[in-house]
Each structure stands twice: as structure tokens, then as C-alpha cells.
């Protein structure tokens, strides 16, 4: 079975530091995509940033980028220069190619502190 | 521009009650469609999926249903609420093809309390 594992359920990190948040995942698959959704208070899910796997270059969207290493099965997300804003719970998921269907951790709660 | 549209954002319901839960899609066509559920301290569980009207996949037995009666308008269903049916629920679209690709986008959701 698939699965996706977060590690850590909850994190702080100062205002204007880095953080890395963990993902690790199971699959005997080598067509897949995998992506991170921040879920602020507010509860609107929002895409962060998505990697395929069949791409050996690491994904980097602003100040969101990922570590991505296939043969482990990691998927790690690292966020520069925190801000207040990225307060939220971040979600790792999996998606097989040629299915429908995400498969999400269990999130990490971060918290930015002031 | 695409947009997603969820509502009520908030339900308080009896056990026992029926429900009914909606979301629409504007600006595209033939979206594949999802509802997901999210319970306290846990992740996202898919709970069915379509990809055309009247299509509907199921991906936990449980005391729910959906329906998609029109392209752009699915409907998650309870004839009788549980207790377990507590949560957050969202609904989610894709492009045709392209969810895997390009990631979901997700409506606002709706908390749902059954008392």
C-alpha cells in the first residue's frame, strides 16, 4: 500500500529563519508526483509547490523549495525567510501517475513566531 | 478564471438527520471532482471522486453518498447523519488529466457538527 508519512506533527521557527519540514513515502511505483498544500487558519487548502519524480531537479517556488530524493523516498519541504503568513498546517500528498487520487500525510502544524 | 464554490461553510445536524453538501465549478469543463474529508489530527481522506456526470467513485464504505447530476456540480448525501460523520469536509477539482499533474484546487470547505 501507499503511504505517506509526515514525522513531525508540530514545528516553530523564528520570523526570517529556515525551516524543513519532512515527508517520507511508500510506493513500488516510478511514475508519480508528489506536492505540498499549506492549510492556513482559514482552512483554504492552497498549493505550495509540486515535483515530479521523474525530474532530478529539485522543485523551488520563491521562497518554498523541496529536497527531493527518489531513492530514499523523500520528499522534504524547506521554507526561507519565514513570515508570520506561513503560519498554517502543511500537507504532504502522492499521486500516482495515470489515477485520480492524492494520498496525504498527516500534516505538520507550523508555527512562525514573532 | 476557474473558481470552486462550497457550501454551507458551517452545519450543525442531529444524528440521525439527513445531509446534503454542495459544490460547484466555474470556468472550465469536464473537471474531475473530489470530496475529501479531514478529521482532527488526521490527514485527507478521499471519499469519492468523478470524472463525468453520474460517474461516481467510492473510496470508503461508509454512510455517505455523492452524486453529480450535472458537469460542474457534485453533492455529497447522507439519508442519516452519525456521530462519525463529524468533520471538515472539501470539495476539490482538476483539470481532465491534469490533477496528477498540476495538483487540485480546493473549495473553502464545510465544518460539519452532528450532535
Known sequence: AQTVTQSQPEMSVQEAETVTLSCTYDTSENNYYLFWYKQPPSRQMILVIRQEAYKQQNATENRFSVNFQKAAKSFSLKISDSQLGDTAMYFCAFCTSGTYKYIFGTGTRLKVLA | ?115
Do not use: M
Open chain 2, 1 to 115: 478564471s476557474q473558481t470552486i464554490h462550497q457550501w454551507p461553510a458551517t452545519l450543525v445536524q442531529p444524528v440521525g438527520s439527513p445531509l446534503s453538501l454542495e459544490c460547484t465549478v466555474e470556468g472550465t469543463s469536464n473537471p474531475n471532482l473530489y470530496w475529501y474529508r479531514q478529521a482532527a489530527g488526521r490527514g485527507l481522506q478521499l471519499l469519492f471522486y468523478s470524472v463525468g456526470i453520474g460517474q461516481i467513485s467510492s473510496e470508503v464504505p461508509q454512510n455517505l453518498s455523492a452524486s453529480r447530476p450535472q458537469d460542474r456540480q457534485f453533492i455529497l448525501s447522507s439519508k442519516k447523519l452519525l456521530l462519525s460523520d463529524s468533520g471538515f469536509y472539501l470539495c476539490a477539482w482538476s483539470g481532465r488529466g491534469q490533477g496528477e499533474i498540476y495538483g487540485y484546487t480546493f473549495g473553502s470547505g464545510t465544518r460539519l457538527t452532528v450532535v
